[in-house]
């Protein structure tokens, strides 16, 4: 079969790859139909990780059921399914309690929580950016989609990560109905923590980012924009919350922030972020911060540490929640709101494009080039 091959730093290629196949019983087989590029990928596209050359990418997968194998009870071949960017298993401690993000035993190393498709560090598993994928575990990790699944397929393949995301991120800050929250990053991910914000009732949303482009998509669905290379986010945020700052935030980049000339300060988000949400308001941290990242420009992220302003956080009360989304605790509801046409999280795909394109726009996607929100491939 065909797949996408992660070579080398911004070396990525289509290539024929060995064929994805059931390997135990409880494996589910699914010809992938739709597969996105996730900012995620960036990490590993940019040589970020320790990812080896040979493995196939892509965690936002979506398609239909070619196989099942013998101890899969519940889903049917022929099935159109969702599957969340993370492997659970379903009956560990942490799947239990909905925390799928850090399944306790798909991982092989023991001392590891979290397994998922085509990433580094998360396991062995290969990506959907391929014609097919092996789901392990699949009754518990396919999501079945309704009968409108083909006509809605890029809202369904956003239920496999950035929708959820978003959400979670909102989730984490703690946000009511009637509050108002920043979201720092208006890509993917915070374009969807923003909508995510929205559905939920927020009073105001505002998103901090300087890509016109992002912005621009942001405000048509009511969100107000925040251009941090005109003057300091921060105060920004201040002047349009009665100078109290924002209920929620959620941080939607992750270790490799940016200041607006372009120098990469991995602190800088979060201490935005205590600066512009209110006493004892909440924040949610969804971008990714690696343990370490050896090539990065800022020396305290490459010994895996963020200098967080830590005094004000505490004197403010506030408090903060982190980590993967755990995409299962959600998808379900997700899904019934994009069937339900209550949520079209579509609106920010910019580009559907065949698995054979996936170099090039890996490429555009990793320059943030104007207009490349977000890719679906389909193999
Ligand atoms: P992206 O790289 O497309 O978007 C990041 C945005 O942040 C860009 O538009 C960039 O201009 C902006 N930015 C950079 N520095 C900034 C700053 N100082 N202030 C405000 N904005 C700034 O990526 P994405 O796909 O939207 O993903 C965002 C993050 O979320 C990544 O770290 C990704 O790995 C992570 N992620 C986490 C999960 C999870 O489960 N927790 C899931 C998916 C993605
Ligand atoms: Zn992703």
Not at 282 to 295: K, M, N, S, W
Request: charged share 25%; aromatic share 8%.
């Amino acid at each position: 079969m065909k797949g996408l091959v992660y070579e080398g730093p911004r070396q990525v290629a289509v290539k024929d790859v060995p064929d994805a196949r059931i390997e135990r019983p409880t494996d589910v087989l699914v010809r992938v139909t739709a597969t996105n590029i996730c900012g995620s990928d960036l990490h590993m596209y940019e040589g970020r990780t320790d990812l080896e050359a040979g493995r196939v990418l892509g965690h936002e997968n979506l398609g239909v059921v070619a196989e099942v194998g013998s101890g899969v009870e519940r889903i049917r071949v022929g099935d159109r399914v969702c599957l969340p960017f993370n492997i659970g298993c379903g009956f560990c401690r942490n799947c239990e309690d909905g925390l799928t993000a850090f399944c306790l035993t798909v991982h092989p190393d023991p001392n590891m929580a979290g397994a998922a498709f085509g990433f580094a560090g998360m396991g062995p598993f290969d990506g959907g950016q391929a014609e097919y994928l092996r789901v392990p575990f699949g009754d518990f990790n396919c999501l079945r989609l309704p009968e409108d699944a083909e006509e809605k397929e890029d809202d369904y393949v956003m239920v496999s990560d950035i929708f959820p995301t978003g959400w979670h991120a909102t989730r984490l800050a703690g946000l009511r109905p009637g509050e108002s929250c920043v979201v720092y990053g208006a890509g993917p991910v915070g374009l969807m923590a923003a909508y995510s914000a929205m559905i939920q009732g927020a009073k105001k949303v505002m998103i901090v980012d300087r890509h016109p482009d992002r912005l621009r998509l942001a405000e048509q669905i009511g969100v107000i924009p925040i251009d941090d290379s005109k003057g300091d986010p921060v105060q920004q945020v201040l002047d349009q919350t009665n100078g109290k700052g924002a209920d929620r935030g959620c941080e939607c980049v992750g270790y490799q922030a940016h200041d607006p000339q372009g120098t990469e300060r991995s602190n800088m988000t979060m201490n935005n972020l205590v600066g512009s949400v209110r006493f004892t308001g909440g924040i949610g941290v969804v971008g990714i911060f690696l343990p370490a990242d050896p090539g990065s420009q800022d020396e305290m992220q490459r010994n895996g540490q963020i200098a967080f302003d830590m005094g004000t956080f505490w004197f403010k009360g506030q408090k903060v929640g982190t980590g993967q989304a755990n995409v299962k605790h959600y998808n379900r509801y997700l899904r019934d709101l994009i069937h339900e046409d209550r949520a079209k999280p579509s609106w920010i795909v910019s580009h559907d494009l065949p698995l054979q394109r996936a170099p090039e726009a890996y490429d555009q996607f990793d320059k943030r080039e104007d207009g490349w929100t977000k890719v679906v491939l389909k193999p």
